[in-house]
């Protein structure tokens, strides 16, 4: 079968822990308007502690001593920002480099492995041996995780030290000038964030039993993509709906990558295609708007652009079919681009659908 419940499960799982990492984006990105591109060390830090204490036999002591290690990283990164005057994105950048040395001082070598080690995704594992939840195990662990952090944070946000830190991120000569320091916000923030996402570097260490140095190349990218799935979904309403568009925008964009690399894709696709996701997400209300603007163009000469759409969609996706046939060497990609041109269709005849409606409903 194509589409199996594994396939889907194990999205689901990756997608809630890298959610946390989206997360942690959320919080430092959205609230605080300050784009911390220490993500990806952070993320390998987070993983490097937790291993390293989960070899010696302390797989729940990890999760804390990654959490540590992220406060660390965030006190570090809002130092240089806001008492040494150097910007956001070159802060980032330089505890980013530095925390390359870090990493492999913490870890020995380049890699780790945990194949003989007790993780909490093994211990409950034996709880719920014997059970019907036993295959859900990980899926349960993940879901724990990201539940709490989601309480736990909407709590903070919604407490006087949670909206000083959200006015910073929208006015902060507002917030100085009512007698807070915003230069202890970005502190709070930036190491709460960088918590949330060495969390999530220790988790999926101890979900894939490994730790590799390269390992956070690029999570800023997939978190900031998940950020935006969300707020596309959800838009920019309440501060709860908007923390769970970014753990659904997460799976999703996991579901996506599973899906494509389900059509016999090399294994060095993933980059190609994380790539063109993330390129889709983050241009998708510009594109928007540029087809809205050339609809209405269109609309003047009695014209309509998804109906054209429609019918390009259709033919590039009945080229496709035949020549899945025709070139069998080719199969996986003319497949994948015959699914992309079909959602393409779906999508455009949705908002022609959406048209006609607006229509009838201003006469």
């Known amino acids: 079968m194509f589409f199996t419940w594994d396939l889907i499960q194990n999205a689901l799982e990756l997608g809630l822990i890298y959610g946390l990492v989206a997360l942690a984006l959320f919080l430092s990105y959205s609230m605080l308007n300050v784009c911390d591109l220490s ?3 952070c993320f390998t830090l987070g993983c490097a502690v937790g291993a390293v204490v989960a070899i010696g036999g302390h797989p729940v002591l990890a999760i804390f001593a990654a959490m540590g ?29 530095g925390l390359y040395t870090i990493n492999i001082l913490v ?11 007790t993780t909490v995704f093994t211990l409950l594992q034996d709880l719920l041996n014997g059970t019907p939840l036993y ?18 944070l909407l709590l903070f ?22 007698s807070i320091n915003p230069a202890l916000m ?12 060495a969390l999530a570097g220790c988790l999926i260490g101890e979900y894939n039993k490994s730790c590799d140095i390269n390992m956070g190349t690029g999570m800023v990218t997939i978190a900031l993509a998940s950020l935006i799935i969300g707020e596309t979904l959800f838009g ?15 799976c999703l964009y996991r579901i996506v990558v599973a899906i494509a690399l389900r059509f016999d894709l090399p294994a060095s696709a993933l980059k190609l295609v994380s790539a063109i996701i993330v390129a889709v997400a983050i241009s998708y209300p510009t594109l928007m708007k540029m087809v809205d603007f050339q609809q209405k163009k269109l609309a003047s000469r009695g014209k309509d652009l998804y109906r054209i759409m429609l019918a390009v969609f259709a033919a590039c996706c009945l080229i496709c079919v035949l020549l899945t046939v025709l070139l069998p060497g080719s199969r996986a990609l003319f497949i994948l681009l015959a699914v992309l041109l079909a959602i393409g269709i779906v999508w455009a005849a949705v908002r022609e659908r959406k048209l006609k409606k607006g229509g009838a409903a201003k006469c």
């Open 39 to 41: 993500t990806d060390g």
């Open 69 to 97: 290690a992220g406060i660390l990283s965030g006190f570090i990164t809002a130092l240089l920002q806001t008492k040494l005057g150097v910007e956001s994105l070159l802060a980032g950048i330089i505890v980013n480099t």
């Open 107 to 117: 870890m020995g070598k380049s890699t780790l492995s945990l194949n003989d080690s």
């Open 135 to 152: 295959s859900l195990r990980k899926l349960i662990v993940a879901l724990a995780f990201v539940a709490v952090v989601v309480v736990l």
């Open 157 to 178: 946000l919604s407490t006087r030290l949670g909206l000083s830190i959200r006015a910073t991120g929208n006015n902060p000569d507002m917030v100085k000038s009512s």
């Open 186 to 197: 970005i502190t709070i923030g930036l190491c709460l964030s960088n918590a949330i996402t």
């Open 236 to 250: 920019k309403r309440s501060i709860p709906l908007r923390a769970l568009g970014v753990v659904i925008g997460s």
